[in-house]
């Protein structure tokens, strides 16, 4: 069973920076692709970025050079460092093992301008 737990959000304003934490039970977390997807109100949910089990990263235009994935293995997480936030940013923000099979609940990231 995997259950995909995100933690970290909030409220913060703009220019600045919350890293998201997504934790991970079941022993494939460490080797599946962990994506990261956001939902803002009356918008369907798209993709942010996603690193696969060797490392390999991938991120949406709207956030590359400003958003970055990582995996901490000791810990179970990935991570996203959001960095250089704007107003557009705020979403609920979903983690997802091995592209869309298995979601967490969200976490609320509101970026006040």
């Known amino acids: 069973q995997v259950h995909l737990v995100e933690s970290g959000g909030g409220l913060v304003q703009a220019g600045g920076s919350v890293r998201l934490s997504c934790a991970g039970s079941?022993?494939?977390?460490?080797?599946?692709?962990i994506g990261w997807y956001r939902q803002a109100p009356g918008k369907t949910r798209e993709f942010v970025a996603f690193?696969?089990?060797?490392?390999?990263?991938n991120y949406a235009d709207s956030v590359k050079g400003r958003f970055t994935i990582s995996r901490d293995k000791t810990r179970k997480t990935v991570d996203l460092l959001m960095d250089s936030l704007k107003p557009e940013d705020t979403a609920v923000y979903f983690c997802?093992?091995?592209?869309?099979?298995?979601w967490g609940q969200g976490t609320q990231v509101t970026v006040s301008s």
């Open positions: 690193i696969t089990g060797g490392g390999t990263t």
């Open positions: 079941g022993s494939s977390f460490s080797i599946r692709t």
């Open positions: 997802s093992q091995n592209y869309g099979e298995y």
